[in-house]
């Protein structure tokens, strides 16, 4: 790299860094010189402070609109941005009806594409010149789905009333859907080309169940061809009700000023009687499955290794977080650090935690070359094992403690941080200085806790294993393992022939 370029990139992260700093956490009272010395500990030439970072969460105004919705508004006045995000739970496609795959998700791209008082073009055309961005998701699985809206505050409420007639007046045009449902087969072709995606589907299926809603990741052929603007129109007057909702608002607002006008302009957003009742959600699996999903000529191997663990209000969520920080969380973590520093089987291998309103999941992974498939799923279980059977050491549990209180911290400087801790607080009923306590949470994971929720949720004779590959190379070396159950790209049961 050009000397002076590095110079530059180096001078921005430390302007950036020293600037950061004091927005980002609240240092503890000053202390005297010799117990400040105390605190750094040098590593090589970098000055680590072995003090917990503290830090304080701007706490939402809160308020329940006449029709129902939860608010949560965050006044940030040091830059002329609002951002909005409205959750409405029980509409996401966790509740997509069985029949239906991906109607949640359709419904909410559908939505932006014509009210009944503008159409698309007049929309884009409309939020364009405003220099605003209207949008939203409804990821695969989840029980919720989200509308955004962001934009200058001076013509805050030219912006938002295009959002609210979006939300309260979407009209479903049929050339609309017509031209969405021909760019959603195309991308459902291109999904079943996509080891990743075929991995994620299969170890979904091995853990909720085939006919479990956790365990429908897109729609289907026939699902999105059967769509008419009459269905989403039903599924949108159902399930977007306002009493399941929540707005949060974060950036340069008055709280005061700015409920009274939410209550005008979401006036039309009448409640009903719709409440939300999460699927009943499996045991974790108790003995180890293998599923191969067969994928001739690949040279690679997708691998998933895992279970069922908790969901986000279990007292075990930041234990688990931490045990993953070590075993998996980060290019530093045990399995990155084996199988790619040490073996060199993959240009990495991770762990994560998934965990919303239903029990999710805790789970492994790596793309690694076919040839070494076997000994890629032995050193898995290597590291199982001994994050399960060997007590961390103390440093390690230190770094991983501090690396993760780190990077909360450093999430603090994203306005869209600070809008989702409010929102998770408001979701799973947490305490309003949940977020100010969570360094100290972290911190006060002990090496016992990080054992004991290893042994509980990552069992090696437990864990499920799904494989995407070429089966004639890779399926002898998964039957190490036990039997292993084979499974066509489109999903079907292939021949238990290949390999045999």
């Known amino acids: 790299m050009n000397k002076n370029i590095h110079f530059c990139i180096r001078l921005l992260l430390a302007t950036c860094l020293a600037a950061a700093l004091p927005l980002l ?34 706490k939402p105004v809160k308020a329940t609109l006449n029709n129902g919705v939860h608010v949560l508004i965050i006044e940030d006045h040091r ?66 789905l989200s509308l955004t809206a962001s934009g200058l505050s001076d013509n805050f409420d030219q912006w938002f009333q295009i959002a609210a007639d979006i939300l309260l007046h979407p009209s479903f045009p049929a050339d609309e859907l017509d031209q969405l449902k021909q760019r959603t087969l195309v991308q459902l072709r291109q999904q079943r080309t996509n080891p990743a995606f075929l991995a994620q589907e299969r170890f979904a299926k091995a853990l909720y169940g085939d006919s479990h809603p956790a365990a429908v990741l897109s729609a289907t052929n026939a699902s999105v061809a059967a769509m008419t603007p009459d269905e989403l129109a039903k599924f949108y007057h159902e399930r977007f009700v306002p009493q399941n909702a929540v707005l949060a608002i974060a950036g340069d607002v008055k709280p005061t000023e700015i409920i009274a006008k939410l209550n005008k302009w979401l006036a039309d957003w009448k409640k009903t009687d719709l409440k939300v009742s999460m699927p009943e959600v499996p045991s974790a699996q108790s003995a180890t499955r293998l599923f191969l999903v067969d994928r001739p000529g690949s040279v690679q191997t997708n691998l998933l290794l895992g279970n069922l663990a908790i969901d986000r209000r279990d007292p075990d969520y930041v234990p688990l977080q931490v045990m993953n920080d070590i075993l998996g969380g980060s290019a530093a973590a045990r399995l990155f650090m084996n199988l790619r520093e040490d073996k060199g089987y993959t240009y990495g291998a991770y762990s994560r935690v998934s965990a919303q309103q239903y029990r999710g999941t805790l789970i492994a992974n790596s793309e690694v070359r076919s040839d070494v498939t076997q000994g890629a799923v032995t050193e898995f279980f290597n590291e199982f094992q001994r994050i399960v059977g060997e007590t961390v050491s ?41 977020w100010d306590k969570y360094p100290d949470q972290i911190m006060a994971v002990t090496a016992a806790d990080v054992q004991r929720v290893a042994k509980k949720y990552l069992s090696p004779g437990a864990v499920q294993i799904v494989a995407v590959a070429d089966a004639s190379k890779v399926k002898p070396m998964l039957e190490k393992w036990g039997s292993v159950t084979l499974f066509a790209a489109d999903g079907s049961p292939a021949k238990a022939t290949v390999g045999q």
Do not use: W
């Open 394 to 434: 103390a440093d390690e549990l230190q770094k991983a403690k501090r690396s993760m209180v780190a990077t909360f911290a450093l999430s603090l400087e994203r306005p869209a941080s600070i809008l989702n801790f409010a929102l998770t607080s408001e979701r799973y009923g947490f305490a309003d200085d949940y």
């Open 25 to 58: 956490a609240q240092a503890p009272p000053q202390q005297e010189a010799g117990k400040k010395e105390a605190a750094l500990v040098r590593l090589n030439k970098a000055p680590i402070s072995s003090e917990v970072v503290r830090v304080h969460i701007p």
């Open 79 to 144: 830059f002329p941005v609002i951002n909005t995000e409205l959750v409405i739970n029980g509409a996401g496609p966790l509740f997509d009806p069985a029949s239906e795959p991906g109607l949640a998700q359709m419904t909410v791209q559908l939505m932006r594409q014509g009210t009944t008082t503008r159409n698309s073009k007049q929309l884009a055309e409309e939020i364009d010149a405003l220099g605003a961005n209207i949008g939203g998701n409804a990821a695969a699985a989840s029980p919720e």
